[in-house]
Each structure stands twice: as C-alpha cells, then as structure tokens.
C-alpha cells in the first residue's frame, strides 16, 4: 500500500512539471535600445540614458571605477540595476568612459536560457568645475558648515564654547582644520596661495583667501569670512543677574535665567547688558532693536530674541544668536 501511494505522489509530480512545462515561453529577443542624450560632459554634469527596447532587466556599466565593464570579474565591478526606462548618472573625474548598456530576456519558467543584447557609447568628461559646494570645519563631535553668501563668498560661524560630556569646551578658532566638497575630485584648494591639506590648522580669525584649480586649469577665488556666534558678557536686571547656559545640540541658541526682584514685573523690565563686543552686536526682540537701559518685554515665545553679530568686511556676512529667557 505505500509502495502504490509512493508511486501516486511521484505520478503527481511529474503531471505538474510537465504542466508547468506547457505554460513556460521561450526568453523573447531582447532589444538593447538605448539612447545616451550627450557625449561630451563636464565634471559634475549629468547625462541621461533612456531605454525603449524590449527586456526582462537592464543594467548599466558607467566605464569609471567600479562599474568598468571588462573589469567585471576580475576586479568585481558591477553594474547599476536600471529599475525604470530612465537613468542619470554624473562623473565626479575626467577622463574618457566606456559606457555598456545591457538588456537581458530569459524563458518565464526558472529564467533559464537567458538571451543579451548589448550597445556602447564613448563618452568623454572635461574638468572645469572649480565651485565650492561645500565648506566645513570637525571640531569633535560637531560639525560646523560654512554658508555661501554669494557667488565667491562664504560665511562661517563658531560659537567661543561647545558643550561636550556636558561641561563646556573653549574653542580655539585660530587652529581647527578646514574640509571642503567640490564637483570634481581632481580639483584642488589653495588657502592664502598655499596648497590645501588635511591636517593643516587653519587660523579662522582672520578672512581666508581661497582659490579652487580644476585639473584643465581653471580657477575660482574665494572667501571665507569666520563670524562669531554673540553673546551677552553680562545681562542683569537691578541686581537680578542672568545665567547663561549652553546647548550641546544647538550651537546658535543661549538660555539666560533670571531670579527678578519681588514684584519686578516681567513683562515691562528694563535689562542692563553688555555685548561680547562693541559695535558690531545687536539685540533684538521681535525684529526691533534694544538697547541697553531701555524697556522690554521678556515674555515673547521662543525665538523671538536674537543676538546679531556682523561682519565689518562684508556685511551680508552675520552670525546670528537665538536668546531664550527663562524667568524663575
């Protein structure tokens, strides 16, 4: 009796292979009809393969490290998967590129006999990029990202403590290191007319004459202008005087907490205060100027007091401070 039910389920078996077997279709002729909308590229600039022809997958080999075609097996370059009809791809160094675009078919059933069809273009890269796209400074554990101004300017803002392990940390802007992100990696930074380097420390009291040189030559000057995050040296109410408290995670943010004297009246006081520095800070609260001696509401929701320091050099070039009072 097993023997005879053994033999049932291997019939079953073999009807239901042979059933699939009906169903399975021959990999139709794959079509590797791709079209490339240039040839010639800058560093950075991205061009746009289309496809239109008749696959099951495509995937396509860019010619520069790691996606090189004829390098695919011995040196494990793969190819991008090109999920859609539609690919951008940018080089970020000259050169000239093999660019192999692959379409592939294979039966319904297992996908086995799998068919290729397969077309090339040459396509060759220039390197003029010389914009900045990026400019920073790693002071452990923060990152402190430059600004740009506009066209050849650049603003950088520190504050003159970071709070780390929770106790506060002097920071020493005459010596931190300088990073920076362009469109090319072949293209190299100068500051003030010498050669970038990674552990070079950089003095950012002072303005900083960058220039950019792409690997064809052309340059791009440039400067990076540090402003200082303000801050009160002291701010009191008669002989309420305020505390100043950090933020570990928002370095352009201040807490000054205050003990006013009984029957002070916190939305009509009048705060004593000086700067970090003279003439170039201001205070504001809600957007108007306040002076010290003069009278002020200490109520206004979060965000509405402002710190502003700004550049004597360039006065698009600020730092602005973020001031939250609290009234205990």
């Known amino acids: 009796m097993k023997n005879r039910f ?3 389920i291997l019939l079953m078996a073999a009807l239901s292979i042979a059933a699939c077997s009906d169903e399975n279709e021959e990999a139709r002729i794959p079509v590797a009809a791709f079209n490339i909308d240039k040839l010639e590229l800058s560093v950075g600039q991205s061009m746009t393969i289309t496809f239109s022809g008749v696959a099951d997958s495509k ?15 011995s040196e ?4 991008v998967p090109m999920s859609k009809n539609i690919y951008t791809y940018a080089y ?13 078919t294979a039966d319904t059933y297992m996908g086995n006999n799998g068919k290729r069809d397969t077309i090339a273009f040459d396509v060759n890269v220039t390197d003029d990029a010389t914009k900045i796209t990026k400019l920073y400074s790693y002071v452990y554990p923060n990152t402190y990202e430059a600004t740009e101004i506009d066209e050849n300017n650049w603003v950088l803002n520190f504050p003159t403590k970071q709070v780390f392990k929770e106790k506060e940390v002097k920071l020493n802007a005459t010596k931190q290191n300088l990073s920076f992100e362009t469109l090319s990696d072949s293209t190299k930074l100068y500051v003030d007319g010498k050669l970038w380097t990674e552990k070079t420390k950089y003095n950012f009291t002072k303005t900083l004459k960058l220039q950019t040189v792409s690997l064809s030559g052309d340059t791009r000057d ?10 009160f040296k002291s701010f009191n109410i008669g002989d309420a005087v305020a505390k100043q408290t950090r933020n570990a995670y928002y370095k352009d943010l201040l807490t000054y907490t205050l003990l006013l004297p009984e029957g002070a009246d916190p939305k009509n006081v009048v ?10 800070v201001k205070f504001y609260a809600d957007g ?3 002076k010290s001696g003069t009278a002020i509401d200490l109520t206004l929701p979060d965000g509405t007091y402002t710190l ?3 550049s004597k050099e360039n006065a698009k070039a600020t730092a602005t401070t973020r001031v939250r009072f609290v009234i205990e």
């Not at 995937?59 to 097996?73: F, L, R, V």
């Not at 494990?76 to 190819?79: A, H, S």
């Not at 440039?222 to 801050?231: A, R």
């Not at 705060?271 to 170039?280: A, C, K, Q, R």
């Open 92 to 104: 970020s160094s000259p050169g000239h590129y093999h660019v192999v675009c692959i379409a592939n």
């Open 308 to 310: 502003v320091r700004t």
């Open 288 to 290: 108007k100027e306040v």
């Open 6 to 8: 053994n033999i049932f």
């Open 59 to 73: 995937s396509i080999w860019t010619g520069d490290a790691g996606h090189d075609y004829y390098k695919a097996i």
């Open 271 to 280: 705060p004593e205060f000086v700067t970090d520095s003279e003439g170039d």
């Open 222 to 231: 440039y400067t990076l202008i540090t402003v200082i995050y303000p801050e």
């Open 76 to 79: 494990k370059n793969i190819g």
